[in-house]
């Protein structure tokens, strides 16, 4: 909690710090972004917290009022240990977002997103009687910063997401019965976007 607290501190002083250098939408309303990055995996309570790589890529339109809109794929690669033995994970986070990117003159722009999809997680080599892949909701919302080149052609685009997933039938030790657990992993990404379409 307190990571994902000072992580979302950072990117408000972001957003805060750079709002004067933020730059009109291209007059290219698609963007697609391709990106790799970092996922803090949150661990839940008793759980271990992990820091992955992540790859993914974006589709995007963007209307002249700032408001926009987009899908959101990303695939990690990671590993988990099953009383004593390393089990390969996958997951892949999808998404569909509504994002605003605020309009200056300049060549930076910032903008803000918020989302739904789903989370997807698979295990490979599990023993008999254990379930090899989940899947459950996941909410992201967070923010970064979009450069364009002069041509408006592409750019660089960097972000950091909060990806808010809902794991349901988790048990509670205390109650004695299965919960909806909330789990915080915290997205850093940077990519090159092309723009195009009229």
Avoid at 59 to 70: D, E, K
Avoid at 164 to 183: H, M, R, S, W
Wanted: aromatic letters at 12%; glycine letters at 14%; zero cysteines.
């Amino acid at each position: 909690m307190m990571r994902t607290s000072f992580a979302m501190a950072v990117t408000a002083l972001m957003i805060v710090g750079i709002t004067a250098h933020a730059q009109a939408q291209s007059s290219a309303p698609w963007e697609l972004n391709l990106h790799a990055g970092a996922l803090f995996v949150d661990g839940g309570e008793g759980g271990e917290s992990d820091t992955d790589p992540m790859y993914g890529a974006r589709l995007g339109y963007g209307m002249p009022s700032g408001l926009g809109f987009a899908g959101n794929f990303d695939y990690v690669q990671s590993d988990a240990d099953l009383d004593g033995e390393d089990i390969d994970v996958a997951t892949y986070l999808y998404s569909g977002e509504i994002n605003y990117t605020f309009t200056t003159s300049n060549p930076l722009r910032i903008f803000l997103l918020a989302g739904i999809g789903a989370a997807s997680t698979s295990y490979s080599d599990l023993p008999e009687g254990f379930d090899d892949s989940f899947t459950d909701l996941m909410i992201p919302v967070g923010g970064g910063i979009k450069w364009s080149s002069p041509g408006s052609s592409w750019g660089i685009r960097t972000e950091i997401r909060d990806n808010i997933v809902l794991v349901d039938d988790v048990f509670d030790e205390e109650e004695g019965d299965e919960d909806t657990e909330t789990f915080h992993n915290v997205e850093l990404s940077g990519g090159i976007s092309f723009f195009f379409g009229s």
